[in-house]
């Protein structure tokens, strides 16, 4: 292979994006007024400098990361899992909207059918 391709390949690796191309800080933007870098840093519990080195990686954000990030702004999970493709939608009973309605933001335990597969994750574990 040619050297040159080679190193524009790993120069055009971006972070994931969810369905409609958009990465994780514009998609909380969009649907969580006024969420920016500093908020998205204190829910992943990193520095400035890890966050801004971390976002440019072609594995953000993981599936740990959006699960801290989907505790920490009330989100629904499994939703934003969907979105960012780790996990599939037939792995999910129903997934429902990423920020849930006001009135339904409280958590409720849910549990798997007897039979039923957990859905597996794809992604990277580390930060």
Avoid at 96 to 101: K, L, N, Q, T
Wanted: glycine share 8%; hydrophobic share 35%.
């Amino acid at each position: 292979m040619n050297q040159s391709r080679d190193w524009y390949s790993l120069c055009s690796m971006s972070p994931r994006k969810d369905g409609n191309g958009r990465p994780l800080e514009s998609l909380l933007a969009y649907v969580l007024d006024d969420v920016g870098a500093q908020d998205i840093q204190h829910a992943l519990g990193i520095s400035a400098a890890t966050y801004y080195r971390r976002k440019q990686q072609e594995d953000y954000p993981s599936a740990d990361e959006l699960l801290l990030i989907a505790h920490y702004f009330g989100m629904n999970p499994v939703s934003l899992l969907l979105s960012f493709g780790l996990i599939d939608k037939e792995d999910t009973p129903a997934a429902g909207p990423v920020v849930p309605r006001l009135a339904v933001i409280t958590k409720r335990e849910v549990k798997a059918k007897p039979g039923k597969k957990t859905p597996g994750l794809r992604g990277s574990s580390r930060f």
